[in-house]
């Protein structure tokens, strides 16, 4: 079988709404911004990308599930279902490519909910505060 050239890139709920949510915390960039970013990224590193957003649960189990079959390595922001989803916790679990959990904010700093993520200990690893750069930072740790 040849070798998978894909990242999945997931974006979780209200995530479309970036550009215009909370942007003291999130950022000016919308969804659209970093997408073109994260894609311009990738091409000059000979990576695919697929990326995709949901504000359902299911929509993003079924997006890992398909990721699992496609892609090498997935990058995810699962903004608020890592506090709360353990359906995403065991599909991360569930699926071979390794899973880089990735936060706009560091949500370490943030309010004591969002310091605990159920999905980041099934993650290969997690990047958390650096704005849109931590997706980038996530693609770089699959690519390398
Ligand atoms: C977030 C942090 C989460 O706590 C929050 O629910 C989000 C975004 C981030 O990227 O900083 O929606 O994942």
Do not use: W
């Not at 950022?27 to 994260?38: C, R």
């Amino acid at each position: 079988m040849a070798a998978k050239k894909k990242i999945a890139v997931i974006h979780g709920p209200n995530l479309n709404l970036l550009g215009l949510r909370e942007t003291s915390i999130y950022g000016q960039e919308t969804l659209d911004e970093i997408n073109a970013t994260l894609k311009r990224y990738a091409d000059s590193k000979n990576v695919e990308l697929s990326v995709f957003q949901s504000n359902s649960e299911g929509e993003i189990l079924d997006e890992l599930h398909k990721a699992n079959e496609e892609a090498f390595g997935v990058v995810i922001n699962p903004a608020a279902y890592s506090h709360t989803s353990v359906a995403i916790r065991d599909a991360i679990s569930a699926i071979v490519p390794p899973v880089v959990e990735v936060h706009l904010s560091n949500i370490y700093s943030r309010e004591e909910f969002r310091q605990k993520s159920l999905t980041a200990s099934v993650c290969a690893g997690v990047v958390t505060g650096f704005g849109s750069y931590s997706y980038i930072l996530g693609i770089k740790a699959l690519i390398n």
